[in-house]
């Protein structure tokens, strides 16, 4: 596969790779500047920069800038010297790694009226939608698509696990009786916390539910996280303005955490 073809079809697998360039070239070398190599973690995905030991060295480099944090590197190399091979060059070589654009990750706990519509809205983007409920034909409502997975579970707290350190999440379930269980699960768990999380309702809930939680023992600090009510004061009460709200307020904090205006 050509280079650049390659280079296409990993941004489109959103897989992270490294693209290594000959800089440049003194003396006697197996490859000419401007050549390409993109490696993946399997290994040389295509292009070349020669075969033989640079070419080794150099995949054995970018794939340890895969497991790092590294994101280029310049590198000069005297193939007698640094390679151990018998021609007397140098080589320059870039590498740069390019990373995956991830999908924003949105957890809906609760398949209601508002999470019908709001899932319809935020569908249309890059997005994947996980929607929790305890309730079979609530989720079989939701439209079939590729950017939507529903999850039946016999508590809406057992889809916690569901949540990573970048998730946003929306609390929208049967009451406050409900919703309470999934924000102590959610705010005592040990480890990061999710980038967004929002819980419908109003002001009083907001007050219930700082109390609650902290004689469950949630701190302070993870308590003012809650956004509650959740969405921007706009709109009427009808479930498809309340989810126009909430969406607009998701692509707002999306924004303030520096989220990918591309997801």
Not at 215 to 240: H, Q
Request: net charge neutral; aromatic share 4%.
């Amino acid at each position: 596969m050509a280079v650049w073809d390659c280079i296409d079809t990993l941004r489109k697998l959103e897989e992270d790779f490294i693209v290594i360039t000959v800089a440049a070239q003194r003396g006697s070398v197996p490859s000419e500047a401007g050549a390409k190599a993109v490696v993946t973690r399997e290994g040389l995905a295509a292009g070349t920069l020669g075969g033989g030991k640079v070419e080794a060295r150099a995949i054995d480099q970018a794939l340890a800038m895969l497991g790092a944090t590294t994101r280029t590197a310049l590198v000069t190399w005297n193939l007698q010297r640094d390679i151990g091979m018998t021609c007397g060059g140098e080589m320059t070589l870039l590498f740069e790694r390019v990373a995956a654009r991830h999908h924003w990750h949105v957890v809906i706990f609760g398949a209601g009226h508002v999470s019908q519509a709001l899932v319809r809205i935020l569908a249309t983007m890059r997005c994947q939608i996980e929607v929790i409920d305890e309730r079979p034909d609530w989720l079989a409502r939701l439209p079939e698509l590729a950017n939507v997975r529903r999850h039946s579970v016999p508590a809406f707290e057992d889809g916690v696990p569901l949540v990573h350190q970048g998730s946003f999440v929306l609390s929208i379930t049967k009451g406050h009786a409900s919703d309470r269980p999934v924000l102590r699960e959610l705010l005592l768990r040990h480890g990061p916390m999710p980038a967004f999380i929002g819980v419908i309702g109003s002001a009083a809930k907001r007050a219930t539910l700082h109390r609650e939680l902290s004689e469950d023992g949630v701190p302070k600090e993870r308590l003012s996280s809650i956004t509650c009510p959740v969405g921007l004061p706009i709109g009427g009460n009808d479930p498809a303005e309340i989810a126009i709200s909430i969406a607009a307020q998701l692509l707002e904090k999306r924004g303030d955490a520096g989220g990918c205006l591309s997801c």
